[in-house]
């Protein structure tokens, strides 16, 4: 079973919901260079993900060319920034209020 990202675990602008939501997949928690990373993530590559986070670790990008690979990976970074950046706000208004 895929696990797709719930749309208020993302801070995404109206074009990236509709364009790239679908393709944003994230993993659990697994032992670094083990084989059960390795079949998880191709799981999620089977499933049609372009983007797949992997907890505590790090993404991957997949695309059938290297330059999409490299543009995925690059919003993928921006994504998180903004989740970490938007995560934190909220916390801190939790916080102040």
């Known amino acids: 079973m895929t696990h797709f990202l719930n749309e208020s ?16 997949c994230s993993v ?8 059960e990373l390795a079949k998880a ?3 999620k590559v089977k499933d049609r993900c372009g983007i797949v986070y992997l907890k505590r ?4 990008a997949v695309s059938d060319n290297l ?3 490299l543009e995925l990976a690059e ?17 801190l208004l939790k916080v102040i209020v």
């Open 9 to 24: 675990d993302l801070f995404l602008d109206t074009e990236l919901k509709y364009v790239l939501k679908p393709r944003i």
């Open 28 to 35: 659990e928690e697994y032992t670094p260079k083990t084989h």
């Open 41 to 43: 993530v191709a799981n």
């Open 57 to 60: 670790y790090g993404v991957v």
């Open 67 to 69: 330059g999409m690979a």
């Open 75 to 91: 919003l993928a970074e921006v994504i998180a920034a903004r989740n970490n950046f938007f995560a934190g706000t909220a916390n």
